[in-house]
């Protein structure tokens, strides 16, 4: 149960990030092919554009599974989560909004994990389904293995510094949800 833990840490983690993600999928794959005209290799072109479109479609998978598992569970985990998620609270802050207490929000956060996992594997999606398309993802994949490691992937992907410059690879700026400028990859702040 412990691997469905993490990737349902690593999915409501990058739920912030995943409008960025596909608008990089949507300009990337508008780049690729405004510049397949002057393409050599078209066959390859056609490929990467099909991977670029399958990418955006696993993000929107990504929200749609985060909707449906919310929904599922009991009101005072979803909403825990979901302020977590969703509006990159720290725990404190939930605590604060919701009217708890610190203590209760960190259990009631920390079981609603667990009542996650359960709503997630009751939905069909089990560690073998997140493995096979989302373990070699730099959004979601990186964020998967922080939370094997035991890391705050919530303050991974929400608390970024915004002076911070990321130069990545172009499959790699897709996933991060970087824009891509001339087909080639923008240095841009890490901001919501």
Known sequence: MENIVCWVSAILASYRRLPRAVAACKQTSRSLAESGFYCEDTMALVQKLI????????YLNVKVIVDDMLLRLPL???????ERACNGLA?????????YSERSTFRWYAEGLKKAACAIKKMGY???WFESRYSKDVLIGDLYFLAKKGSDVFARACNLPD?????LKLEDAVAAGL???DNKVAALGCRD
């Open 51 to 58: 991977d670029c479109n399958a990418r955006a479609e696993s």
């Open 179 to 181: 824009l891509l400028c």
């Open 126 to 128: 089990d560690e073998k």
């Open 76 to 82: 005072k985990y979803a909403r825990i989560l979901q």
């Open 163 to 167: 002076n911070k410059k990321i130069r």
């Open 91 to 99: 725990m404190c802050q939930i605590a604060k909004k919701l009217g």
